[in-house]
C-alpha cells in the first residue's frame, strides 16, 4: 500500500527514529563519569585507557637478541615509543631471572630464563593486505645457556576489577606460553591459598586452536590438579591463535569471564580474585612441563596492535569531575569492592563496545546521547502538526 504524499516525509523520518537511536555519539573520555560494558555480565568501571601500536613507524625495528643473559636483563628500551611517559607512566619492563627457582628446586623447570627489555619492541606489519603498519612484539628465544623472555607490568598496582583486551596473535616455535593476566602480589609468601591470579596462556605446544584460561592456584601443595579452577578452550568459528583476534577478559566481584572476537568462551566463579592486583603481560619458557622445552636458536612471539582497558582501583582517588557526583565515592579503602552505580552516581555513562572505531568512547546515556533522539522526536512532530 501506498503513502499518500503528504505523509512520506513523516514516515521516512519515523523509519530513521530506531537508527538514530541506536547510534549512540563519540565522545572524549572527559566526558564520561563511568563506563558500561557488555557481555553476559555488564558492570561499572571509572577510568578507560588505550594503547595503540598500529602506527609507530618511526620506532619499528626488530633488535638482535642479547646473548648474554646479564647484558640482555640490563638493556634499555627498544624504541622512544617505549621510554617515553606515553609508556612508562602506565608499564615497567621487567629484568628478574629464575635462577633462585633453580637453584631451590621448587619447580621442574630446567632452563636459566632471563627477562629482557630487549625483547620488547614495535616491529612494522608485513602481512598481506595488513590493518596496522606496525605492531608490538614480545619475544622469546632459546639460546645454548639460556632462555631469553619478556615481561611487562602495570604500574597500577591496585587494580580492583577490570575488563581489558588486546588485538593479538601468537607465533612461533613450541615450547613458549604467551599470556595476558592479572596478579596480586604477595611477595615471598609461599602458601598457594595467598595466590590471586587470573590468566589467559596460550601455549606453542599444544593445538593451535586451543586456549588455557585458570584462576590460579590451578594445584595444590601435594601437586594435585584443582580442575575447578581452569578450563581449556577451542577458539571458536575455527579459527587459531596464529589469527588476529581480541582477546577480553573480565575480572569482576566473584568471577572471571574470558571472550575472544565478542564471544564468551569460559568464565570461572571459583578462586576468583578478590583483591587488589596489577596486569601483567609476558612471553617466556622455562624448560618445565607446562612451557615444554624450546629447542636452541627457535622463538616465539606474541604479537599486539593495541591493549585497552576500563578500570576501577583502590586506594586512589577517581577523576576530580567525578566527585562531585551524587553517590559517587572518590576513594575506596584497600580491599573494599565498588558497587554497582545507579542513575544517580553515573550520569554521563560511556562504552567502548558500542562504537564502530577502536580506541574512541561512545556515550550511551547522559544528556549528550539523549540529543540525537530529541531532535528525531522534535521534527517527527513538527511534521504531523504540519
Keep these: 500500500m501506498g503513502y499518500p504524499t503528504l505523509f512520506r516525509p513523516l514516515v521516512a523520518i519515523f523509519s530513521l527514529a530506531p537508527l538514530s537511536m541506536a547510534a549512540y555519539p563519540e565522545v572524549s573520555d572527559d566526558r564520561c ?87 620488547v619492541y614495535i616491529e612494522k606489519n608485513q602481512d598481506e ?31 580492583q576489577y577490570l575488563s581489558v583486551r588486546m588485538y593479538a596473535r601468537t607465533v612461533g616455535a613450541p615450547g613458549a606460553v604467551t599470556a595476558m593476566f592479572t596478579y596480586r602480589d604477595i611477595g615471598n609468601n609461599t602458601d598457594l591459598t595467598a595466590v590471586q591470579e587470573s590468566d589467559l596462556e596460550i601455549r606453542t605446544l599444544d593445538p593451535p586452536d586451543c586456549v588455557q ?26 579459527r587459531d591463535w596464529t589469527n588476529w583476534a581480541v582477546y577480553r577478559m573480565d575480572w569482576s566481584p566473584g568471577m572471571t569471564t574470558w571472550y575472544i572476537d565478542g564471544d564468551e568462551v569460559a568464565s570461572i566463579s571459583f578462586q576468583a580474585p578478590r583483591d587488589p592486583s596489577m596486569l601483567i603481560f609476558n612471553s617466556w619458557s622455562d624448560g618445565g612441563s607446562w612451557t615444554g622445552n624450546m629447542s636452541v636458536g627457535s622463538e616465539a612471539s606474541l604479537q599486539i596492535q593495541w591493549i585497552e582497558l576500563v578500570y576501577n582501583a583502590t586506594g586512589s582517588p577517581a577523576p576530580e569531575k567525578r566527585s562531585d557526583i551524587p553517590g559517587h565515592v572518590a576513594m575506596r579503602a584497600e580491599g573494599e569492592e565498588y558497587e554497582k552505580r545507579d542513575e544517580g552516581s553515573c550520569y554521563n555513562v560511556c562504552s567502548i563496545d558500542q562504537r564502530e572505531q577502536i580506541g574512541t568512547t561512545t556515550l550511551v546515556q547522559g544528556s549528550a546521547s539523549k540529543t540525537i533522539v530529541s531532535w528525531v522526536v522534535i521534527l517527527c512532530l513538527a511534521l504531523f502538526a504540519w
Design 33 to 119: 563519569d563511568c563506563y558500561l560494558t557488555n557481555g553476559s555480565s555488564s558492570h561499572y568501571f571509572t577510568t578507560h585507557k588505550f594503547f595503540d601500536f598500529r602506527d609507530k613507524v618511526d620506532d619499528a625495528g626488530v633488535p638482535p637478541i642479547i646473548e648474554d643473559a646479564d647484558e640482555s636483563s640490563q638493556a634499555n628500551p627498544t624504541s622512544n615509543y617505549l621510554s617515553s611517559d606515553e609508556w612508562t607512566d602506565y608499564w615497567t619492563m621487567q629484568s628478574w631471572n629464575n635462577a633462585a627457582v633453580l637453584d631451590s628446586g621448587v619447580s621442574d623447570a630446567s632452563v636459566l630464563m632471563a627477562h629482557s627489555p630487549n625483547n
Design 129 to 159: 593486505n595488513a590493518d596496522s603498519s606496525t605492531y608490538l612484539t614480545m619475544r622469546t628465544a632459546r639460546l645454548d645457556d639460556f632462555q631469553t623472555a619478556c615481561e611487562f607490568e602495570s604500574a597500577i598496582r591496585n587494580y
Design 213 to 238: 584460561y585458570t584462576n590460579q592456584p590451578s594445584y595444590t601443595s601435594m601437586g594435585l590438579d584443582v580442575q575447578e579452577a581452569t578450563r581449556n578452550v577451542t577458539i571458536p568459528n575455527q
